[in-house]
């Protein structure tokens, strides 16, 4: 039901644009975060959106770098990533919620991910 694109191959400081589409469902009455999970870690949440696009949050080590948007015309949620980092290489992944929040059992729906890899 979501679905990400954009992920693919970059070099140190490079950038991406991750999109988040929901299909068969409308993202517009729902908040959305991206999550990451690198090689041998736990997945952890990097950046929120709420329903209007009106609050965001991001985690420290992506602040300055990362941010969210959403266009709910288009039913898309994304995450633009600047001077990426070796240490942000992980499969991204965006859900879906209807409380908000960094944890993973208060979203409702997941898309399948897609890999960002940073080479240095």
């Known amino acids: 039901q979501l679905v990400e694109s954009g992920g693919g191959l970059v070099q140190d400081g490079g950038s991406l644009r991750l999109s988040c589409a929901a299909s068969?469902?409308?993202?517009?009455?729902?908040?959305v975060g991206w999550f990451r999970q690198a090689p041998r870690k736990e997945r952890e949440f990097v950046a929120g959106?709420?329903?209007?696009?009106?609050?965001?949050y991001l985690i420290n080590s992506v602040k300055g770098r990362f941010a969210i948007s959403r266009d709910n015309a288009k039913n898309t949620v994304y995450l633009r990533m600047n001077t990426l980092k070796p240490d942000d290489t992980a499969v991204y992944y965006c859900?879906?919620?209807?409380?908000?929040?960094?944890?993973?059992?208060?979203?409702?729906?997941w898309g399948q991910g897609t890999q960002v890899t940073v080479s240095s």
């Open positions: 959106i709420s329903w209007s696009g009106s609050a965001t």
């Open positions: 859900a879906a919620t209807q409380w908000g929040g960094s944890r993973e059992v208060g979203y409702d729906y």
């Open positions: 068969g469902r409308t993202l517009s009455t729902y908040g």
